[in-house]
């Protein structure tokens, strides 16, 4: 069974910092490519980065760009999201994903706020 | 980025009677592959996203064959044949060409 399992969210004040974890099982993780979207409370779903299976290729959204920093640890079956200079508009759930296959986690909340 | 626009925004609809949902991109999604990467998705209260259709038209594993898509290019369609009181929820579009991007969501109530 496929299982991702997000972890690392929590309150945390505007300028600080979180790492998110993604903990992969039940697929091949090296083989794929992974994302972190996120949803706002009462919002639609949004992209915000984007690893290929090698980490190769990295994307981000603009609304994150130079702030978060997207990595993972195919040894350990890992996916992270080191998430700088946070700000309320960064409030959401973020999900571990890869959309194309399927495959999401249950999502963390991370809140931003004083 | 591509830009993924869903029509309507909301839905009521009596159990038993079909829905149709619409969405547009602002590009072509199909790939130099042949593939045309279209998704659409399911978000039930509480829940992550579960895929219900893959590249425009294939459902994926599990899912009842009341769900259709259709479509080419730029517009798209997921239909509802019968729907049904857990079929509640907001649908999105996504987009697989490059980055992800997803539509604005849908969402359907029952009468």
């Known amino acids: 069974e496929v299982q991702l399992v997000e972890s690392g969210g929590g309150l945390v004040q505007p300028g600080g910092s979180l790492r998110l974890s993604c903990a992969a099982s039940?697929?091949?993780?090296?083989?794929?490519?992974m994302n972190w979207v996120r949803q706002a409370p009462g919002k639609g779903l949004e992209w915000v980065s984007y690893i290929s299976s090698s980490s190769t290729s990295i994307y981000y959204a603009d609304s994150v760009k130079g702030r978060f920093t997207i990595s993972r640890d195919n040894a350990k079956n890992s996916l992270y999201l080191q998430m700088n200079s946070l700000t309320a508009e960064d409030t959401a759930v973020y999900f571990c994903a890869s959309p194309k296959g399927g495959y999401w986690g249950q999502g963390t909340l991370v809140t931003v706020s004083s | 980025d591509i830009v993924m626009t869903q029509t309507p925004l909301s839905l009521s609809v009596t159990p038993g009677q079909p829905a149709s949902i619409s969405c547009k991109s602002s590009q072509s999604l199909l790939h130099s592959d042949g593939k045309t990467y279209l998704y659409w998705y399911l978000q039930k209260p509480g829940q992550s996203p579960q895929l219900l259709i893959y590249e425009v038209s294939s459902r994926f594993s599990g899912v009842p064959d009341r769900f259709s898509g259709s479509g080419s290019g730029t517009d798209f369609t997921l239909k509802i044949s019968r729907v049904e009181a857990e079929d509640v929820g907001v649908y999105y579009c996504?987009?697989?060409?490059?980055?992800?991007?997803f539509g604005q969501g849908t969402r359907l109530e029952i009468k």
């Open positions: 996504m987009q697989g060409m490059h980055v992800i991007t």
């Open positions: 039940g697929f091949t993780f090296s083989t794929y490519s």
